[in-house]
């Protein structure tokens, strides 16, 4: 199973990004999805998750009403959108996936993508 997190970058403060979360060896299609970010010298926080029917998704109350996150299911993406970004937001961001295996759940990440926010 592989993750890749991609369209992080450098902004301004206000301005946008959508970051996108791809898989290979899980279908992210029928499986819930979370986005991580840790910013520097902190810990790894959960920013946002979407379950596998897309009925649900959650938000951390830091980020709530500024970040949305979707499927593509044709594409087999998800996407995070960060609108109104904050010099707090700059971290890296990842996506996580999980699954049972066996008796045990199993954890996949992705390597991330940097996002920088600029004054």
């Known amino acids: 199973v592989q993750l890749v997190e991609s369209g992080g970058g450098t902004v301004r403060i206000g301005e946008s990004l959508r970051l996108s979360c791809a898989a290979s060896?899980?279908?992210?299609?029928?499986?819930?999805v979370n986005w991580f970010r840790q910013p520097p010298g902190s810990g790894r926080e959960l920013v946002a998750s979407?379950?596998?029917?897309?009925?649900?998704?959650s938000f951390s109350e830091s980020i709530q009403a500024r970040f949305s996150i979707a499927r593509d299911r044709a594409q087999k993406l998800v996407y995070l959108q960060m609108n109104n970004l904050k010099l707090e937001d700059k971290a890296v961001y990842y996506c996580?996936?999980?699954?049972?295996?066996?008796?045990?759940?199993?954890?996949?990440w992705g390597r991330g993508t940097q996002v920088t926010v600029s004054s």
């Open positions: 060896g899980i279908d992210l299609n029928t499986n819930a």
């Open positions: 996580k996936v999980q699954r049972w295996e066996g008796p045990s759940i199993v954890h996949f």
């Open positions: 979407i379950s596998s029917s897309t009925t649900s998704t």
